[in-house]
């Protein structure tokens, strides 16, 4: 079973930066896409970010530009860096297998705000 634990969340001024990471066990990561997504309470979970197995990259236009998503298969972990933050970007952060396909992990709260 594919375990996922995500981490780097907190609270942050706008226009400031965060860089979450997500680390999954129980697969050879290296052959899936994965994928960032954020919830709002009381709302779906969106894809915000994707990365291929080749590295090919994806963004929601809402973060575009601030966002950037890298993976390290050694070490079986995706990250978002996140700049440039707006309290629109407040929300749960998971990662996922694109789909999604696993079980979500916990999570990390993101709050954006002064």
């Known amino acids: 079973q594919v375990q996922l634990v995500e981490s780097g969340g907190g609270l942050v001024q706008p226009g400031g930066s965060l860089r979450l990471s997500c680390t999954a066990s129980?697969?050879?990561?290296?052959?899936?896409?994965m994928g960032w997504y954020r919830q709002v309470s009381g709302t779906k979970r969106d894809l915000v970010a994707h990365?291929?197995?080749?590295?090919?990259?994806g963004y929601a236009d809402s973060v575009k530009g601030r966002f950037t998503i890298s993976r390290d298969n050694a070490k079986n972990t995706v990250y978002l860096q996140m700049d440039n933050l707006k309290p629109e970007d407040t929300a749960v952060y998971y990662c996922?297998?694109?789909?999604?396909?696993?079980?979500w992990g916990q999570g990390t709260q993101v709050t954006v705000s002064s």
């Open positions: 129980g697969t050879p990561f290296s052959i899936w896409a």
């Open positions: 990365i291929r197995e080749d590295g090919g990259r």
């Open positions: 996922n297998a694109l789909g999604p396909l696993w079980t």
